[in-house]
């Protein structure tokens, strides 16, 4: 539903969706579906650069959970360094 509203408009919506892509990568990750989880996970991280703070914080995380799920420790860690440079909101 998240998709249909982002093509009808635009990309106004892109948060939402990013929103519900983390939740369901967390639930995949909570049922040790790390594989499943993984590329929801990459494409919140992709369409929460666009805006930046705190959801690409979050979004970051999930994907580095993903990563540590699938122990991929190094690509875990740069994502959490990456979170870590991002300024708190004002």
Same mark, same amino acid.
């Given at each position: 539903m998240s998709r249909a =509203?982002?093509?009808?408009?635009s990309g106004k919506h892109t948060d939402l969706l990013a929103r @519900? =892509?983390?939740t369901t990568a967390g639930i995949l990750l909570d049922r040790g579906k790390a594989t499943e989880a993984l590329p929801l996970a990459q494409e919140a991280v992709a369409l929460a650069r666009a805006t930046g703070g705190g959801p690409l914080v979050i979004s970051l995380h999930c =994907? @580095? @959970?993903a990563y540590e799920a699938l122990h991929r420790y190094s690509e875990a860690a740069e994502l959490l360094a990456e979170a870590d440079q991002i300024p708190p909101p004002d």
């Open positions: =509203l982002v093509d009808e408009s @519900a =892509l983390r =994907l @580095a @959970a």
